[in-house]
């Protein structure tokens, strides 16, 4: 079986510009138990089908190529990744894999809602670490801004993550003109008082209804100018791949981290590969194009080495295509038809 790229064979996944692809994102649902306003709308949502979601099998097989083209680190995302009930299967058998010759690192994005009750099984399982999302400390804001009134869920979740030994612990917010721009001193100070680093995202083209608007994202200088009053800001050096820019706060220890997609792209030192929940591979948080692994994985009339190779050229072919940059600052830019809880974090 052809897919028009023949697998080379004993090198890592690299693109036409040298990136090194190192890093695969892993969506494990569509689905997710809140609805904030930036991501998609409370009702109305047409999910996948269960049948088009990929099996921990599957999961576990695409992990296993990926790690030997070289894929050390694998994030599982949502949606909302804890509304599977057999994580903790799929963190052990990727956790389980090595990439030359080392232990891979599976790490969690999450809204942290149900966190606690499962945060031992997971550690047991060989998660290495957790991101957590938070918008705002305010309950009533909470409420307006992902329509379900769980903010102390999500904070009994942080808490059971700080208390456990997955370091390090990172929360994340979406900074947003005129909803939470006057709690970004809170925000650290709830990561700080939790030995978290807490990372402000810029508001990105990537709801389900297309109603992204510049003009209420807050930027990366004006997170800054902010934090800037309460903090002096050093820059950590040595940033590499990672997509944020950290900074210490005073003299330390604790840091802050900016993620400036729109206004000061990294796509030069991109390392990230996504898969979606029902089996695209997509070189791109916002790319136009996906290719299918999935049909490959369900072929019972392929040998397992012939869907290894499959799936192999499936994830060359990606990378081999991916652009310089998501385009995001160009006029022509066209958004995602799916939308963030689709393609994955």
């Known amino acids: 079986m052809s897919l028009g790229v023949e697998p080379t064979s004993g090198t890592g996944l690299v693109d036409s ?20 306003t930036y991501c998609m709308p ?20 695409v992990a296993r190529v990926a790690a030997d083209l070289g894929v050390t680190s694998f994030r599982l995302t949502g949606g909302e990744p804890l509304l599977r009930v057999d994580l903790a299967e799929i963190v052990s058998r990727v956790a389980a894999l090595r990439s030359g010759g080392a232990p891979v690192e599976v790490t969690l994005t999450t809204n942290g809602i149900g966190l606690a009750s499962r945060i031992d099984e997971l550690v047991a ?3 290495s670490r957790v991101n957590i999302s938070i918008d705002t400390v305010r309950a009533d804001r909470f409420l307006s801004l992902t329509k379900r009134d769980r903010l102390a869920d ?17 929360l994340n917010a979406v900074a947003m003109r005129g909803v939470n721009d006057d709690e970004l001193v809170d925000l650290v100070e709830l990561a700080v008082a939790h030995d978290a680093e807490m990372r ?6 990537l709801d389900a209804g297309h109603q992204w608007d510049r003009s209420t994202m807050l930027t990366r200088d004006e997170i800054l100018a902010v934090l800037g009053e309460r903090w002096s800001l050093a820059p950590v050096p040595g940033r590499g791949d990672a997509p944020a820019e950290r900074f210490v706060l005073d003299t330390g220890p604790h840091t802050v981290g900016v993620i400036a997609s729109v206004t000061a792209p990294f796509c030069s030192a991109c390392n990230r590969l996504r898969l979606t929940a029902d089996g695209q591979v997509r070189s791109c948080l916002f790319a136009t194009d996906e290719l299918d692994l999935l049909q490959s994985l369900r072929d019972e009339t392929l040998p397992e080495a012939d869907r290894d190779v499959a799936v192999e050229t499936v994830l060359r072919r990606s990378v081999g295509a991916k652009l310089a940059g998501h385009a995001i600052n160009d006029p022509l830019f066209l958004q995602p038809v799916r939308g963030m809880n689709a393609i994955g974090g």
């Open 200 to 205: 402000f995202i810029e508001q990105m083209p």
């Open 154 to 170: 999500v904070l009994e979740g942080i808490g059971a993550a700080a208390a456990s030994s997955l370091r390090p612990l990172k």
């Open 17 to 36: 510009f040298g990136r090194v692809h190192t890093d695969l994102r892993i969506s494990l649902t569509d689905r997710c138990s809140l609805r904030c």
């Open 125 to 127: 399982a060989g998660l």
């Open 42 to 61: 409370e009702q109305g949502n047409v999910w996948l089908t269960r049948s088009s979601i990929m099996s921990a099998d599957e999961i576990a097989h």
